[in-house]
Each structure stands twice: as structure tokens, then as C-alpha cells.
């Protein structure tokens, strides 16, 4: 796939894998609409990218008030902008025991990685249907897609919802000459990993959590993987040894949730 001239929306396009998707993209001469929230990492994005061979359009954006899809769509309506490929890369995380977690911060989670993604993959698919071209859709879930993980039950709850949706979605959209993949990165180095306590420093000697952390990846790595799924239509793309992950759906789920929480509890108490 050329993507040279290819009109590409990503969202969560400010940090960890989507800046760095936005990076590569950008390198292949794509003219790159970046939606995010944040608007100091839209500012870095355009001081550090050049101005060719790719394009950049930063939108800041909040995905999951009302109203937003619709405005971010008219947005590019109003520019005229006939997109080829979106990559539905927005999301966040919570952290913590279930129970305990406050219920604002819960909704916004579950409301931007489902609801938002959801709105967004069929806003961007309709436009494409308008348009009358191909197109190629890949949303971002997680290896949290296949196995339980405690501490990250509505989290991974939502990943679930992912990929269950993309492989559905697949099938409405294929009739339309619009390929639909997705992205199950899994332990990645970015600022959302360092913000659970993920990295290196806070890991137990010895845990199955420091075992864990050692297979961890790059966001480079990961987006160069998003971008190839894109090229060769896969269906799901999971980055790394990662592959092997959906192995463990042969096993009850008690055995992988048990182990997930020994991960999850080699983090250091510091």
C-alpha cells in the first residue's frame, strides 16, 4: 500500500502508540488528521514534525462529550477531506480494584473506549460509503481482548467489546469495500504504562510481573505492526510474541485471571 496522498484521521494521535503512528504515517507522505484531547501535544506534534513529506491537521477534541463525532465529521466535511483510513486509536485506562474506583472517572473510560469508538467507526464509515471508496478502518483494543485481567476489569471489559465489535463490523462493512482489522497491542512502553507502575523501577524481583514487563515493546514497534495490518487487511494484529496470547483462551478463565493478578501484584508498593 502506498501511502503517499492518503487521507488517515487518528485519534488519540497525541502520545504513546498514536504519536508514534502519526510519526510513521507522516514519514510515508500521508496528509495525517490528528484528533486528540490534549491540545500542548497537538502544539508538539506540529513543532516536531516538518512540514513534508506528509501533511498534518491537529484537532483538539474531547471524544466523549455529546455532539463531538458530529463536529469532528462536519470539521472535515468543511475541509473537504475524503478520508481513506481511520485508525481508532483513543482510549485510557483505570487502574485499581473495581469497587474502588470512582464512578465519574469509570463512565468516561467506558464512554470513550466503546461508546466513542463505536459512534466514530460508523460516522467514518457512512462517509466513506458517501464518498463511494474503499477504505480500511482499524480499531485498538488490547491482549486484554483475551484473558481476564484483575485490577483492570472494566478496562479490559471494554477491550473485550473491541474486538468482538471490529470482527462484527468487519462483516457489515466488507460488502462495501471497507476492511475492517484490530490492534491488540500488548505491554507497551508509553506514558499510560508508567502511570500503572508498570515500569522496570517498580517491579518485584523476581515477580511474574518483572518476567512480564521484560517482554514488554516499543510504541514503535507497535505502530509499524498497526500500519502493516493495514496494508495486508488483517482481521487482528497482535504485535510481538503477543501472537501467542490468544492461546491461553484454551485455559479457564479463573487459571488466567489468577495469574494476571500475580502480575498485577509484583508491582512494588512504593
Not at 491482549?143 to 481476564?148: D, E, K, L, M, Q
Not at 517491579?203 to 493495514?230: H, N, W, Y
Request: glycine fraction near 8%; aromatic fraction near 4%; charged fraction near 15%.
Amino acid at each position: 500500500m502506498n501511502w503517499h496522498g492518503k487521507q488517515v484521521l487518528v485519534t488519540g494521535g497525541g502520545s504513546g502508540i498514536g504519536r508514534e503512528i502519526v510519526r510513521q504515517l507522516h514519514a510515508r507522505g500521508a496528509n495525517v488528521v490528528v484528533a486528540t484531547l490534549v491540545q500542548a501535544e497537538l502544539d508538539a506534534l506540529v513543532h516536531e514534525l516538518p512540514a513534508s513529506p506528509g501533511s498534518l491537521l491537529p484537532l483538539q477534541v474531547d471524544l466523549t462529550q455529546d455532539g463531538a463525532i458530529d463536529g469532528l465529521m462536519g470539521e472535515l466535511d468543511r475541509r473537504d477531506i475524503r478520508l481513506n483510513v481511520l485508525i481508532n486509536n483513543a482510549g485510557t485506562v483505570l487502574f485499581g480494584n473495581h469497587i474502588e474506583l470512582d464512578s465519574r472517572r469509570m463512565r468516561n473510560m467506558l464512554t470513550l473506549n466503546i461508546q466513542a469508538m463505536s459512534e466514530l467507526a460508523g460516522s467514518v464509515a457512512q462517509h466513506m460509503i458517501k464518498q463511494g471508496t474503499s477504505g480500511h478502518i482499524l480499531n485498538v483494543a488490547s491482549i486484554g481482548a483475551f484473558v481476564p485481567v484483575p485490577r483492570l476489569a472494566a478496562y479490559t471489559a471494554s477491550k473485550h467489546y473491541v474486538l468482538a465489535f471490529s470482527h462484527a463490523l468487519a462483516e457489515e462493512l466488507e460488502p462495501h469495500g471497507i476492511h475492517v482489522g484490530v490492534l491488540c497491542p500488548g505491554i507497551t512502553r508509553t506514558p499510560i504504562y508508567d502511570a500503572m507502575g508498570l515500569e522496570s523501577a517498580n517491579q518485584t524481583k523476581g515477580s511474574v510481573s518483572q518476567l512480564a514487563d521484560s517482554f514488554s515493546m516499543s510504541p514503535e514497534s507497535v505502530a509499524a505492526c498497526a500500519l502493516r495490518a493495514i496494508e495486508h487487511k488483517q482481521r487482528v494484529a497482535l504485535p510481538g510474541l503477543n501472537k501467542l496470547v490468544p492461546l491461553v483462551s484454551v485455559l479457564p478463565a479463573w487459571v488466567t485471571a489468577r495469574f494476571m493478578r500475580r502480575v498485577s501484584d509484583g508491582r512494588s508498593a512504593k
